[in-house]
Structures are given as structure tokens and as C-alpha cells.
């Protein structure tokens, strides 16, 4: 599958934006205004989506770029570099805790710029921060997109996740590693956060939409179903045929067909917030 369009869309209108974090990190990103093909509705609010890259990508990405410009012809979108990453201080966590913090400045600060119906979509990394910044976060969403989402921590039984592990596990690998990769690590865990195959189930009643490829080679489709069976039967689940991983595995249509799900769950006045609304049956 081919990633998100062939080249990254310009815009004198994307502008650079800093966060500080609860515990004073400053975290850099960007915000694309909202491109809408036709006005609103009178029965539609606007939408602004908070994207959440994965591990070693930020905001500067050419897939990221991309992914963010198809979806601002559904509302605006703000993506933050994680701590430790591209132009943010800080150091990562690898989606731990920390990052949860990072989700939720992103959150409140799009609140804080006038947002009224945030979408926070989150990519591998991102996605499992996404989910868990959802479930317990102070600052949480209108609804919530995890793009191959792990659901455990210390994944192995893939080549490239025993890669990543044997970067953060070994002395070798967190000395090498971040010069090859240019992110900063932070400290290894003292304590193991919540997976978020633990939390997910606390993200009801806020709508949830589980996207994973079935050849995505990082995370089997079994993470995907070990989320979907924790999150409950409220959950919309789309297994995506051909679909890689995350931001490279990302296609117009299927980011098209996110910001469609966004519009129908969250961007219509009225809409009950538990009301389960219907999968999009076509396919990316």
C-alpha cells in the first residue's frame, strides 16, 4: 500500500505551535487549519483533530504531513512532537506516562484555542498513548482513534519489535540507537505503567475506533482484537486489508474514511454520545 499522497502539501497557512506540558516540558507542533470543501451545516460543529505520531517520527515527517492534510478537509489538526522527539525537549518514555502528559497538553491546549469537539488520533506509539490518555487522561477527547495500537508491553514476537527492544534493553542499543534515530531516551521504567489493553475499557462512553492492517508488521491483527475485547461492544473495530503499519501504512482513502467516522460520531449537533454509529462498508 502506498502512503498518503505523493508528495507533502504546502501551506503558508500551517503555523508552528509550543505546549507546555503539566510537568514543564515543551513540547513543538503544528496546527493546519481546517480546509473544508463546503461550509458547515446548520447541523454541524467543527471539528479539530490532535495526531499523535509514532515512536521515532514527528511532526516534520513527510507521512505525517500528508496524513494531516487530508484530514484538515475535515476540521483543523494539531500534531506535538512527543517529548524526546524532533523539536520537543525532554526525553521519551516510549509511551508511558510522560507521553500521556504530552497527549493531554495537546488536548487542553486545542481547548484553550477554542476547540469544541476534539479527535485525538494516535499512530503505533501514539496510538497506545491515545488510548491511555483517553481512559485517564485530565484533558480527554470527544472521541479517540488508535491506528495500530499495541495492547502489551515488551512486544517480541516481531522482527522489527525485537529490534526496538534489544535499542531500549541493552547498553549498546540506548547508546547507538538514539544517534541513529535522533530521539533523546529518557530513563528506563522504574515502574510499568498500565498496558492499553488494562485501560481501555475505561474510555466508554467517549466513541473509540480501532484501525489495524493485516499486514502490519510490528503489531498483529491480535492486538487489535485483545483492545477490541477489552474496550467493549460500543467499540468500532476496522481490520484493513493490505494495510502496513501506522503513519507509512496510512492511504488517502482510509484517511478519508477516518475523518468521515469522525464527522458521523462527533461532528453533528444531537448525536447521542452513546449511540453507536454504523461502520463506513467500504474499504480503504
Do not use: K
Request: charged share 20%; proline share 8%; net charge neutral.
Amino acid at each position: 500500500m502506498a502512503d498518503v499522497g505523493p508528495a507533502v502539501p504546502t501551506s503558508s497557512d500551517v503555523r508552528a505551535v509550543t505546549v507546555r506540558t503539566a510537568d514543564g516540558v515543551d513540547l513543538r507542533g503544528i496546527v493546519v487549519p481546517a480546509a473544508l470543501p463546503r461550509p458547515l451545516g446548520g447541523d454541524e460543529r467543527p471539528l479539530t483533530f490532535v495526531l499523535a505520531h509514532g515512536f521515532t517520527n514527528s511532526t516534520a515527517r513527510a507521512p505525517f504531513r500528508r496524513l494531516a492534510h487530508v484530514l484538515a478537509a475535515f476540521g483543523e489538526v494539531r500534531g506535538l512532537d512527543f517529548r524526546g522527539h524532533g523539536r520537543s525537549g525532554g526525553a521519551t518514555g516510549v509511551g508511558g506516562d510522560d507521553e500521556v502528559l504530552d497527549v493531554d497538553a495537546a488536548v487542553r491546549a486545542a481547548r484553550a484555542d477554542g476547540a469544541g469537539t476534539v479527535v485525538t488520533v494516535g499512530l503505533s506509539m501514539g496510538a497506545g498513548v491515545a488510548l491511555r490518555q483517553a481512559a485517564v487522561g485530565e484533558h480527554r477527547p470527544d472521541a479517540v482513534v488508535g491506528v495500530s495500537a499495541v495492547s502489551r508491553w515488551y512486544v517480541r514476537d516481531t522482527v522489527p519489535m525485537r529490534r526496538v527492544n534489544g535499542m531500549l534493553e541493552t547498553g549498546l542499543g540506548r547508546r547507538l540507537g538514539p544517534r541513529v534515530t535522533g530521539i533523546r531516551l529518557g530513563a528506563p521504567w522504574a515502574e510499568l505503567p498500565a498496558a492499553p489493553v488494562q485501560l481501555v475499557s475505561l474510555i466508554a462512553p467517549t466513541p473509540l475506533l480501532l484501525v489495524h492492517g493485516d499486514r502490519d508488521h510490528y503489531f498483529p491483527l491480535e492486538h487489535v482484537r485483545a483492545l477490541a475485547r477489552a474496550a467493549g461492544p460500543g467499540t468500532t473495530v476496522w481490520e484493513v486489508p493490505g494495510m502496513g503499519h501506522a503513519e507509512s501504512g496510512m492511504t488517502v482513502p482510509l484517511a478519508e474514511r477516518i475523518g468521515r467516522w469522525a464527522r458521523e460520531t462527533v461532528g453533528r449537533v444531537g448525536l447521542c454520545d452513546d449511540a453507536p454509529v454504523p461502520s463506513d462498508p467500504s474499504h480503504p
